[in-house]
């Protein structure tokens, strides 16, 4: 196949187009400068420019494009950054998968479990409503505006969690910090931290666009639910170090703003049953070997 990828740089599109070529398949990365090579293809999302020709010879679109939510605090600036890479990436292929002659058979979309809110200890399924505050109301704008391409073209809506790596991503802070045996639970820990492999997140990527019976909204988080203290907690064990210096709430409120609220004490107890139902299975089900994998070097 080949396949589109807006967001090919970042952690998870640079492990899709690993997991791609593996088996053969040829990615074709968008990018904002004049195209280099042949998988390359330029497009302009600030200005909702992309050459709906070239999508003639795509099989699948994968949109992963937006500045990270990690970044923290939010000024005002960056929640404006925050809405507009999502929307405007989006809007641009929307526009051009619409327009294009020959269509691409399916489009899987990127979102986030940020948009179910704080839920404390509640099971989430894909059938629960959105919840409220600044990451729900841009998870559900970024999900209405992939809703606009075309009936025609598969839909597939990735509510993606916190994604684990040996290098980067959601941990690219904490685990230093854990390596020194000077980390801890952030607040009191028992807030539910929904999570799943970067290896798993493409994986479930890749199974999503060959189901052709998949569609809608699914969870993209690993089987195993964890609270904030038991994810740290097992990093910790597979370190060899002690977790037992916690990060009071409210230095973090002080810190980082609202975005200690709703991104590190949120509590979000995501279920996958909906993508293990379709027939995925996970490399990294449990917590115990996920950690154990973040922290390995080979």
């Not at 088996?23 to 090579?37: C, F, H, K, M, S």
């Amino acid at each position: 196949m080949r396949v589109l990828i807006s967001g090919a740089s970042g952690l998870v599109g640079t492990e899709l187009i690993r997991q791609l070529e593996a088996r053969g398949d040829q990615p074709i990365r968008l990018v904002r400068r004049t195209a280099a090579a042949a998988d390359e293809l330029e497009w302009d999302p600030i200005t909702l420019r992309l050459d709906s020709a070239a999508l003639e010879n795509i099989d699948a679109v994968v949109n992963l494009a937006g500045a990270t939510t990690g970044k923290l605090p939010w000024t005002k600036a960056y929640k404006v950054e925050l809405i507009q890479s999502r929307i405007n990436s989006t809007q641009t292929l929307v526009n051009a998968m619409n327009a294009a002659s020959k269509k691409p058979k399916v489009l899987v979309s990127g979102s986030a479990s940020g948009y179910y809110g704080d839920a404390g200890d509640r099971v989430l399924t894909e059938n629960d409503p959105r919840g409220s505050g600044f990451l729900a109301d841009l998870a559900s704008r970024w999900e209405e505006t992939a809703a606009g391409v075309d009936p025609s073209i598969r839909l597939v809506l990735i509510r993606t969690t916190m994604v684990l790596s040996r290098t980067k991503g959601a941990l690219g802070r904490l685990l230093p910090l854990l390596r020194a045996g000077i980390g801890g639970p952030l607040g009191n820990g028992k807030q539910y931290w929904a999570w799943i492999s970067v290896v798993d997140e493409a994986a479930a990527i890749l199974h999503l666009i060959d189901t052709q019976s998949t569609s809608g909204a699914y969870n993209l988080t690993a089987p195993e639910p964890a609270t904030c203290k038991q994810l740290v907690d097992a990093l910790g064990k597979a370190l060899q170090r002690l977790t037992v210096i916690p990060v009071p709430a409210f230095a973090l409120r002080l810190a980082f703003g609202e975005g200690a609220d709703e991104l590190l004490l949120c509590s979000q107890n995501m279920s996958p049953k909906r993508l293990i139902d379709s027939g995925f299975k996970f490399t990294h089900p449990t917590l115990a070997g996920a950690a154990a994998w973040v922290v390995s070097k080979n």
